[in-house]
């Protein structure tokens, strides 16, 4: 089943002799439950990519449905809430509120959008990363890795159409990182999330179900990992 659709993306930044095209008329689709790594060098356009699938920034031109909605039809207050409820985000410096502890900082998209928490599922997601010993502990109490966790759960919180993950690994030592990305494949896996990462690491990328390949602006391969 069809998660995302993307239609000749678009986008340009500037004018005349500043003008930059950071997307080219790029197209593809993801299934629900897949995990897809987008690749490319600085300026391949990958987090400009990620910023238009969250819902972010605006393209100049062309389209994404997400669960068959076109987002950039929507006002900005539908946009906002298109990206509190169906986008999960994981940042590479984990963008937690420092004041508010392990557990206040996972359930923040569920207060912030006035709903009840499921205890069960945040318990569940509690136990799964690992920060059972950790609920009451503040950000600068805790490890990157052990951070980074924290923005996963925040992330999954909402159980999102979308989890974008913007290079999660990328300040983390190589052991962490490939706990975090087992961490990512397991919520793939028992979750049936969908999940988008960007990174410029190949190794990292072949650890996904499909690697799109980003250059200039251009998909310029698009392939399963076997």
């Known amino acids: ?130 920060l059972k010993n950790r609920v009451s502990h503040l950000p600068n109490e805790l490890s990157g890795g052990q951070q980074q966790r924290v923005s996963i759960g925040r992330a999954l919180m909402n159980r999102p159409s979308l989890l974008l993950a913007d290079e999660p690994t990328g300040n983390l030592d190589s052991k962490t990182s490939k706990e975090i990305m087992e961490l990512l494949k397991l919520s793939n896996k028992k979750y049936h999330q969908t999940i988008i990462m960007i990174t410029h690491d190949y190794q990292l990328a072949l650890t996904a179900d499909r690697i799109i390949n980003l250059e200039d602006g251009h998909i310029i391969k698009d392939e399963k990992v076997a």
């Open 1 to 130: 089943m069809e998660i995302l659709k993307v239609e000749n993306l678009t986008k340009i930044y500037g004018k005349g002799n500043t003008k930059v095209v950071a997307l080219d008329h790029v197209s593809f689709s993801v299934e629900k439950g897949e995990f897809v790594a987008i690749v490319g060098s600085s300026g391949s356009g990958k987090s400009t990519l990620l910023h238009l699938l969250g819902g972010v920034d605006r393209p100049t031109s062309g389209k994404i449905y997400v669960d068959g909605e076109d987002v950039y039809k929507l006002n900005e207050n539908n946009l906002a809430i298109f990206r509190r409820r169906q986008v999960g985000l994981i940042y590479q410096f984990y963008n937690l509120i420092p004041i508010l502890n392990v557990k206040e900082n996972i359930t923040l998209p569920i207060l912030l959008d006035s709903k009840p928490v499921d205890e069960d599922y945040l318990e569940e997601l509690i136990t799964t990363l690992g």
